[in-house]
C-alpha cells in the first residue's frame, strides 16, 4: 500500500524553528512536494525535492533523502502568519498522494 | 504563474438534486487534472484523476455514477455530484499540473464547500 507519516500537531514560539518530518511508503516515487494550507482556504505550494538534498526557498527549507524514504519541511523565523496545516505529497508519477498533515501553531 | 480556477466557491442544495462544479487552468493547459475530497481538519483524498478525451480514473470506493466527470477541453474539468446526500457535505479540490512539466508542482483551485440539506 501507500502511506505517508507526518506528526499530526507542532506547536512553537514565534521567531523559533520547526521541522515536520514525513516519512512515506508508495510505489513509485517521482519526488516530495509540502503544501501548506490555511483553514478554509486552498492548499498552496512551498517546495518540492526530486533529488537528495537540501532545497532553500526564502524562510522555508525542505530535505529529502531517498534512500531513507524521508524527508522534512524546515521552517525558520516563524510568524504567527505560519500558524497552518502543512501537508507532504509523494508525486508517484500518474498521480500526488497526500499526508495526513501537521497543525502547526505558532505562539507569541 | 500557473492559475487554477474552481467555481462555485460555495453551493447548497437540497437532496437528491445535482451539483456542478467547474475547474479551469487560465493560462495553461492540463491533459490531466485531479479531483480531491477534503473533511474538516482532515487530509486530501484524491477522488478520480480526469483525462482529457478520455474517461477518468477513479480511486478505490469512489463512486463513478455518484461522482461524474467530464474533462471536454485542455482547459476545463467538471465535477457532478448527482442525487446529493447530507453525506456528501464537503471540500472539493480541483488540481492540475502543467502540460509537459514532469516535476512542477500541483496547482489548486480555491475549492468549493458543498453542503447538502
Known amino acids: 500500500g501507500q502511506s505517508l507519516e507526518q506528526p499530526s500537531e507542532v506547536t512553537a514560539v514565534e521567531g523559533a524553528i520547526v521541522q515536520i518530518n514525513c516519512t512515506y511508503q508508495?510505489?513509485?516515487?517521482?519526488?516530495l512536494s509540502w503544501y501548506q494550507q490555511h483553514d478554509g482556504g486552498a492548499p498552496t505550494f512551498l517546495s518540492y525535492n526530486a533529488l537528495d538534498g537540501l532545497e532553500e526557498t526564502g524562510r522555508f527549507s525542505s530535505f529529502l533523502s531517498r534512500s531513507d524514504s524521508y524527508g522534512y519541511l524546515l521552517l525558520q523565523e516563524l510568524q504567527m502568519k505560519d500558524s497552518a496545516s502543512y501537508f507532504c505529497a509523494v508525486d508517484g508519477g500518474f498521480k500526488t498522494i497526500f499526508g495526513a498533515g501537521t497543525r502547526l501553531f505558532v505562539k507569541a | 504563474g500557473a492559475v487554477v480556477s474552481q467555481h462555485p466557491s460555495r453551493v447548497i442544495c437540497k437532496s437528491g438534486t445535482s451539483v456542478k462544479i467547474e475547474c479551469r487552468s487560465l493560462?495553461?493547459?492540463?491533459?490531466?487534472m485531479f479531483w480531491y475530497r477534503q473533511f474538516p481538519k482532515k487530509s486530501l483524498m484524491l477522488m478520480a484523476t480526469?483525462?482529457?478525451?478520455?474517461?477518468?480514473?477513479?480511486e478505490q470506493g469512489v463512486e463513478k455514477d455518484k461522482f461524474l466527470i467530464n474533462h471536454a477541453s485542455l482547459t476545463l474539468s467538471t465535477l457532478t455530484v448527482t442525487s446529493a446526500h447530507p453525506e456528501d457535505s464537503s471540500f472539493y479540490i480541483c488540481s492540475a499540473r502543467q502540460q509537459g512539466a514532469r516535476n512542477s508542482p500541483l496547482h489548486f483551485g480555491n475549492g468549493t464547500r458543498l453542503t447538502v440539506t
Open positions: 480526469s483525462n482529457e478525451g478520455s474517461k477518468a480514473t477513479y
Open positions: 508508495t510505489s513509485g516515487f517521482y519526488g
Open positions: 493560462d495553461f493547459q492540463a491533459t490531466t
